[in-house]
Structure formats: C-alpha cells, structure tokens
C-alpha cells in the first residue's frame, strides 16, 4: 500500500492529518486529466527556430523576472489563491518550469475573508548578493512587505513589513552598490481624476530590510498628465548608458492597457517621458481583428548573458469582444534599443503568436508544457505545485492515499468569502480545454456536494457532481453568476439526474470559448451529455470582476 504523501499545499505540521483512510463524507478523486488546444493553433504553427506565445498560458498575470548568471527566474500574481507567488525557472525564457510557491505556509499571510481577487499583488523578484527578494503588496491584508530566500526553491521567509503606501514594490540594485524601492502612490496632491496615481521611489537597506531616507515623487500621473493618464503602476528601473530608465504600466488593466517609459540623470530625477511611448500597446489596433491580443502592458525588462534585452508582460486572448475565461496571460517580446530608448512593440503591430527564440542554448522542457498544445494526466501520486485553493487554509482538508486525492467535507462553502472552501484547483490554460476527473463519493444529507468546480470568483463558478436533494442522490449541474447577472447571488439548477450506483462517476468539462459541454458516465468512456451549449460567459473577468482566471477542480462541501 502506498504511504500517505501530503504535499503541494504546505501546511504547518499541527494541521496535517495521519489518517490513511477516507472518512464518512469524503470524496475520492481518482485522476485528473486536462487537454487543452489554443484558439489560434490554426493560423500560428511555430518553425522550429521559433517560441509561441503566451510563455505561460492562462492565469499567469503581472510578469517580474530576474536573471542571474544564465538561470531565468519568473513570479506572478495569484491574489487569494494559496498557495501562491508561483515561482518559475528557465534556461532559455521560452521553457518554464514551476519550482516553487513562495507563500506556502498558513503563517506567512491571511487570506481570511478576502475576495478571490484581493490578497497578493504585482510581485517584483530581484537577486543580490546571494539572496533573493519578492517585494509585493498584500492588499487588505497587510500592505508592502519583502520576503528573502537563499534558494528560489524556497523556504522563503515570513514577511518582513514596510510603512509606505501604495501598491507594485519593485527593487532596483544599482550600480554602486545602494538599492532602491519604487512603487505606485498617491500623488502628492489631490487627486485631480479617478485613477491619478504617482511613482515614488526610497533607498531601501537590504541588510535590515528597512527603508531609508527621504521617499521622492519622480513621476506624477504618467507620461502627460493633462489627458489624465490612469493607474501609472508596476514600475521598474533600470540604470544604462548614464540614464536610469523607468518603465511602467499605464492606462489600467482593460484593453486601455500600455507600457510606458521615463528617463532621467539621477535616480530622483528630473523624469522625462519618452516621445513615441507607449513603448508596448495594443489599444489602437481594430476591435473586430480575429484571433486579438489585447490589455498588453505591465512589463519588466531583462538583459541576457549575450546582452540582449527581451520583456516579459501580461496580454489576454478573447474569444469574443473583452470576453476571456483564462485570465491574464505571461508574453515575451525582445526589447530593441534606439537612439537610447526602448521599444518592445511599435504602435499598430500585433502581438505575434509565434517569434524567434532567445539567442541562448535550449533550456530543459518541463513535464507539463506551459504554452502552445497540450495535455496531462494527474494521477495523484504527489501534488503538483500548480494545484491552488482559496484563502489560506486553518485546518488539512485534504491528503494522498492509495493514489487518490480525498477531500474532506467542510461547511466553508465556495461562495462564503471567509475561509478557505475544500477545493484544489488547476487553472484553465486554454480557451478549448476539456477536463474529466472521476469522484467516489455519497452524500448524507441534502446540500452535501461533491465534484467538480469552475470558479472565476466568489460569485461567478460552476458545480458539476454528486449532491443530495429531497433525501436523494443525484447528478447536478448549478451555477452562480456574478453581481453584475440578473441572478446574482442564486444558485440556478441547470440540470439534475438521480443517481444510486456507489461505483466512480466520471465527470467531464468542455469548453470552447464561452460555452461548456457538460456529461458523465457510470462506465468509463460511456458519456451521457448532462447540458450542451451552456453560456458560461459568466465565467469571464469582464462579467465576474476581479482579476484572476478560471479555476478548475475537485471540490467537497457539507451542508450547513
């Protein structure tokens, strides 16, 4: 028999469970299987001289990378989400594999009562002097912080708390020796618009990890604050040729998104836009172009061993007009230098789904692709750092036994907005994707539920699975839309098939674009289509809100 493994979700010892066998209400998943075809496959075949983008695909947003020696190190965004901060590495920029969450245990931060998309904000990874730094912000639940580690790999310290406002900490080391925060704030003024925000920048002591000196505004609005630039954020600096370069987002996460830069003689300033900015944009392309990339910007510039400068930045993928499922996606673009600015994309290009490689040698592939065509199976053996949940988790709701995942039931709901929901998720990385898992499980009472969720939000998800209704089991399908729907807040029965058979029923999600397919089958293969065609537009951001991506997984609730 196997031996218990728990892993992926780290949890501190006291909470971790040693029992080996399912408990009364437990629901046993035995494998997860996903593949997944990109909406563009047709049309962008890459050469073999050529990478595809996204570099990540699906819910990856707010790009920072950091080069040491010829190791690449990438961190994103994941709010909520825990564990979270996934941490990726590659040799090449085009070959990613996720080696770490730098949150992963309950101590570090408290997702209590947040929404899905609160928590951890815009992380910034830098290297120095044999330690690395994640600086971020943990919005409603802590402010600005900065936790270190020796290894990428972690463990990765507790926080270490700043005083300052705002949001999108960055570190810049540079050249003789001083190390600088930079961030977005509130102007020094009163705001004279919605969105008018400002750039500030503090030398930081990376010794005592605390602040120093006078905190400076450099930047004040965005490139001309007389059109009433929103939202200038996630700002990074660069020191080149005898400028500092300050590069940051501009005009606000839709498809108004840009990326902007600065320049100046010293590191306070005096800041002067760049006149050709933005530097990267997709705003002034045709709204009704097929197969779009929209909302680019949030980038951060990285130099190669060879010299050569490439940005990573997030874009999204809509299957129809500002309509997209999977979230905010990781881009690489190569940066080229002229007449002593940057530019990562001329204004009324498109984003290329395909582009040459790096100039560097072939990374290693890791076991699950991150972009372009394809598919895995997750049998349950370990638990892949890629699984997440909601919220930080108090107690173990899950463990591995016998090649199993078993989920614990809890009343913490999906929905409540407080704890954290017995669900371990995987992101939607492609628009056409189809999901199948199989769930032992009898519910005891009615309300009791277990199977599969696709979750946008706290307001906006999708249950497929076994529950309990007027004193019998069936097969059901709900879903809750978001505020914005006329149902908000109601869980609509779309579909309902009684069930008896204690046997593993097979649950299987397709999706193409902003409709789901949904069927099961008591034998394996035998599908039965539940509900064909289902609208599941409620599961994009432009109708959930926030700014995560689809999440989809296995999910277990007791009724209260």
């Known amino acids: 028999m196997k031996n218990l493994i728990l892993r992926g979700i780290s949890l501190s010892a006291a909470l971790l469970s040693s029992a080996t066998c399912a408990y009364a209400g437990d629901a046993r ?18 050469a073999a001289d050529q990478y595809i983008n996204p570099i990540l695909s699906g819910y990856y947003p707010d790009p920072s990378i950091t080069r040491v020696g010829d190791d690449y190190y990438l961190v994103n965004s994941s709010f909520a989400h825990y564990p979270g901060l996934p941490v990726f590495h590659s040799k090449d920029l085009v070959n990613w594999t996720q080696i770490a969450n730098a949150i992963n245990r309950p101590s570090q931060l408290n ?9 951890v904000f815009a992380p910034d990874i830098s290297h120095h002097d044999g330690t690395f730094y994640i600086v971020n912000t943990c919005v409603d639940c802590g402010g600005n912080f900065v936790i270190t580690a020796t290894d990428p790999k972690g463990p990765w310290s507790e926080p270490v708390w700043f005083e300052f406002e705002g ?8 050249k003789d020796g001083k190390a600088y925060m930079v961030n977005n704030g509130a102007p020094n003024e009163p705001p004279r618009y919605d969105g008018h925000r400002a750039i500030w920048v503090q030398e930081f002591d990376p010794k005592t990890l605390k602040m120093v000196g006078p905190r400076t505004q450099i930047v004040n609005g965005g490139v001309d604050i007389t059109q009433k630039p929103s939202w200038i954020e996630g700002p990074h600096l660069i020191n080149k040729d005898g400028y500092y370069y300050l590069t940051a987002a501009e005009g606000g996460t839709g498809d108004q998104h840009s990326q902007v830069v600065f320049r100046a003689p010293a590191i306070t300033g005096p800041f002067v836009p760049f006149e050709g900015n933005p530097i990267l944009s997709q705003r002034t392309l045709d709204p009704a172009r097929t197969n779009p990339v929209t909302s680019a910007g949030h980038a951060k510039l990285v130099q190669t061993q060879n010299g050569d400068w ?7 993928r809509p299957y129809g007009p500002d309509l997209y499922n999977i979230g905010r996606e990781t881009f690489l673009l190569p940066v080229k230098w002229d007449n002593g600015w940057p530019m990562i994309l001329e204004g009324g290009k498109r984003i290329p789904f395909t582009a040459a490689k790096p100039n560097l040698p072939v990374g290693p592939k890791p076991a699950v692709p991150m972009n372009g065509d ?19 988790p108090r107690t173990a709701f899950y463990n591995l036994d016998k090649g199993d995942l078993v989920l614990k039931a809890q009343t913490e709901a999906i929905g409540d907005k407080k704890g954290a929901p017995s669900f371990l998720g995987r992101r939607q990385q ?24 696709a979750t946008q939000s706290d307001d906006a998800y999708l249950f497929f699975g076994l529950t309990q209704m007027a004193g019998q089991t069936v097969i059901a399908l709900n879903i809750r839309q978001s505020a914005s729907d006329p149902v908000a807040g109601k869980r609509l029965i779309m579909a309902q098939i009684p069930h008896k058979a204690k046997s593993p029923v097979y649950l299987k999600i397709t999706a193409n674009g902003g409709t789901f397919d949904l069927a099961y089958a008591l034998k394996k293969g035998e599908w039965v289509t539940i509900r064909k065609g ?3 537009t409620f599961l994009s951001t432009r109708k959930a809100g926030g700014f995560v991506g689809t999440l989809i997984g296995p999910y277990n609730e007791a009724a209260k």
């Open 167 to 174: 949001i999108d900490p960055s570190i810049f080391w540079d």
């Open 534 to 536: 289902l609208d599941a």
């Open 310 to 316: 490439w940005a990573t930045f997030l874009a999204t």
């Open 111 to 119: 997702f209590d009562n947040l929404g899905t998309s609160r928590g």
């Open 374 to 392: 394809f598919a895995y199976k997750d049998e349950f053996d370990t638990l892949s750092p890629a699984w997440v949940g909601i919220r930080t």
């Open 430 to 453: 492609h628009h056409i994707a189809t999901v199948t898992t199989a769930v032992t499980y009898m519910p005891e009472k009615d309300g009791d539920r277990a199977g599969l969720i």
């Open 29 to 46: 998943f035995s494998v997860f299987e996903y593949n997944g075809t990109r909406q563009e496959s047709a049309i962008a075949k890459p």
